[in-house]
Nanobody, 124 residues
Framework: QVQLVESGGGLVQAGGSLRLSCAAS????????MGWFRQAPGKEHEFVAA????????VYADSVKGRFTISRDNVKNTMYLQMNSLKPEDTAVYYC?????????????????WGQGTQVTVSS
């Protein structure tokens, strides 16, 4: 059974940092791009960041560029999202996903595998 499990969410004050992890099991995703999306209350899923199969190419949403860093460890079958300078508007459930592509994509329909999400709350 293929599973993506997020961890590392929590409550943090504005300006603080969190590091999310996404551990994959059931199959390797070393040949798949992976990404992070988020959904705030009452809003649609929003693309956050994505990384290529090798980790050599990354893309970010403008709203997080310069503050968030996506990375992956294919030996551990794990992806990360380092979030710095957090803002209240970053509050959301964060989802990791594995794409059917090699290169990173912001298109949600390119991601057939999804985790259950982890809550990130940033207080002002």
């Amino acid at each position: 059974q293929v599973q993506l499990v997020e961890s590392g969410g929590g409550l943090v004050q504005a300006g603080g940092s969190l590091r999310l992890s996404c551990a994959a099991s059931g199959r390797t995703f070393s040949n798949n791009a992976m990404g992070w999306f988020r959904q705030a209350p009452g809003k649609e899923h929003e693309f956050v960041a994505a990384i290529s199969w090798s980790g050599g190419t990354t893309v970010y949403a403008d709203s997080v560029k310069g503050r968030f860093t996506i990375s992956r460890d294919n030996v551990k079958n794990t992806m990360y999202l380092q979030m710095n300078s957090l803002k209240p508007e970053d509050t959301a459930v964060y989802y990791c996903a594995a794409a059917r592509t090699l290169l990173p994509t912001s298109k949600r329909y390119e991601y057939p595998y999804w985790g259950q999400g982890t809550q990130v709350t940033v207080s002002s």
